[in-house]
């Protein structure tokens, strides 16, 4: 049972990197991304632009950027929202009660139809 157990959690490692690569990659190829935006933006100059890119990680390729972010992943480091400007996790913190919520009420309305 414990070998079965140990293969099992072997096999899913490159599953869990495949389908998170994917994941990542179709995120990125979607049209609309960050820098995307900021260069339809006349007031922004292309050395801000670029220390924007640089921060972000958005200058490296595809593949470095993955195993960047898969790396803090792995640490709970979901780094800073652009948008926000403050740290990811404490974002997840203050809009996961809202959350729950709002599925708890979702979960006994379905069972109740």
Known sequence: MGRYVLRRLVNAVP???GITFISFLVVDLAPGDFSTSLK???Q???ETLQAMEAKYGFDKPLVVRYFLWFWRVLHFDFGESI??????LSLIGRFLPNTVILSA???VV???L
Request: charged fraction near 5%; glycine fraction near 4%; charge should be negative.
């Open 44 to 46: 922004i100059s292309p």
């Open 15 to 17: 599953l869990i990197v």
């Open 40 to 42: 339809m933006n006349p």
């Open 83 to 88: 948008f926000y400007h403050v740290d990811v």
């Open 105 to 107: 009420a979702a979960m």
């Open 110 to 112: 379905s069972w109740g």
